[in-house]
């Protein structure tokens, strides 16, 4: 993985502002070390036998997974699941994501289309209260207990929740059903190295791969520090939004990934930058007019991918046209007064992609820190719960 922070930021950059932040490095180290949430920098990776043992048996009797969780608990899932199927060959097996949504019309396809299909469930949420979660369980579990036995169920629902809390864990103990654990010390959006992630990513990926680049990703401190400063420098001279760029189709959810990991990170007590996402060329035609020309709050970071399988077409390697086209916008965005910051990856794969993402953990962690807040909490989402718990009541 190639950081590159400075090349097209640097003639943005206030330098006294650089400095200032810059001085704060070991207090934001230490900070994160002594967090009560950091377990996600040394997460027990033991259980992925578990994982792959209720893996083989959900594959021996399935042909499809729901997994049901929403925000941080599961987008990691999603992002990779997208990133790693193909684009168009059928699949034997597939995962549904499922606990997203109130919307009635995708609930009642969903659960016609399960009566149809022999499935398995995966519910994923470390709280046990979240309400989408709990409505869209009830759901699904009420097809499956007229579909199936009693004794059936038990290798078909999967529960991953807090060691000892909620109303999940006591159902596990009540029930007997499989169950994993997402540790005490590991929010939802930090949790891609449990078995929140691990368990629905071993369908689709080698979780052992992303494991290792996980880890590797981890030693990027310096750098990640360093892109912290930056994003937080830039937000005291007016760029308060910061746009992912990605240049596959199939990094939508990854971005989507990102967007969660950062809104919910930073944007507390009135501060943050508030993260979006493009996917180009396809938004070249689109937002690209306001980057280039509109108002400038904006900087970008754009995900570049070294090698990709190759595709000849009018006698070019296309994606060495893509990557082409993505020099170009950085130079025409960057001569439009919007600073780039650049991250290249050798080529597409579980490894890289672990390497990649912890290494946002810890930008979305120190940039927490640079913001005097906490990053590991998220106080503003509970506002909308306790507004429609008032009116449920009503
Ligand atoms: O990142 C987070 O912590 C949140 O987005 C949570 O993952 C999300 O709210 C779901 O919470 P829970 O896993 O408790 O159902």
Redesign the pocket.
């Given at each position: 993985m190639k950081i590159d922070v400075m090349s097209h930021t640097s003639q943005f950059l206030d330098d006294d502002l650089v400095k200032k932040y810059s001085s704060r490095k070991s207090e934001v180290f230490q900070s994160l070390d002594c967090a009560h949430m950091n377990g996600w920098l040394n997460p027990d990776v033991s259980v992925v036998d578990e994982i792959l043992k209720i893996r083989d048996k959900v594959l021996s009797h399935s042909k499809c997974l729901v997994v049901i969780?929403?925000?941080?608990?599961?987008l990691g899932s999603q992002a990779f699941y997208q990133m790693f199927t193909p684009y168009f060959k059928e699949q034997d097996f597939k995962i549904i994501f499922a606990g997203t949504t109130l919307s009635s019309s995708y609930m009642r396809e969903l659960l016609d289309y399960l009566e149809t299909v022999d499935f398995s469930v995966n519910v994923?949420?470390?709280?046990?209260?979240?309400m989408e979660?709990s409505l869209t369980y009830s759901a699904i579990k009420e097809v499956m207990e007229k579909k199936y036995k009693k004794e059936e169920l038990l290798d078909r629902i999967i529960i991953t929740t807090d060691p000892v809390k909620g109303n999940l864990r006591r159902e596990v103990e009540e029930v007997g059903y499989s169950s994993f654990e997402?540790p005490d010390n590991i929010?939802?959006?930090y949790s891609l190295l449990t078995p929140a992630h691990l368990f629905p990513l071993s369908f689709c990926l080698d979780i052992k791969e992303l494991i290792s680049g996980y880890f590797e990703g981890l030693k990027y401190k310096d750098e990640a520090f360093s892109y912290a400063v930056c994003r937080r420098s830039l937000f005291d001279q007016g760029k308060v939004v910061e746009s992912f760029v990605a240049y596959e189709n199939n990094w939508y959810y990854y971005l989507e990934w990102l967007k969660?990991l950062f809104g919910?990170t930073e944007g507390k007590s009135g501060v943050g930058v508030l993260p979006v996402s493009m996917i180009h060329t396809r938004d070249l035609h689109s937002l690209g007019q306001f980057i280039q020309e509109g108002n400038k709050i904006v900087f970008e970071t754009f995900f570049k991918i070294k090698n990709m399988p190759n595709c000849n077409v009018c006698g070019d390697d296309l994606h060495q046209t893509n990557l082409l086209v993505e020099d170009s916008v950085i130079s025409a965005h960057v001569s439009g007064g919007v600073p780039c910051v650049e991250i290249e990856l050798e080529k597409l794969t579980p490894k890289f992609m672990g390497e990649i993402s912890s290494f946002f953990l810890l930008v979305a962690a120190y940039s927490g820190y640079l913001f005097n807040i906490d990053p590991f909490n998220?106080p503003g989402?509970e506002v909308y719960k306790t507004e429609v718990r008032s009116r449920l009541e009503k």
């Open positions: 969780g929403i925000g941080g608990s599961y994923i949420s470390k709280s046990g209260t979240t979660i997402i929010g939802g959006r969660q919910e998220q989402v």
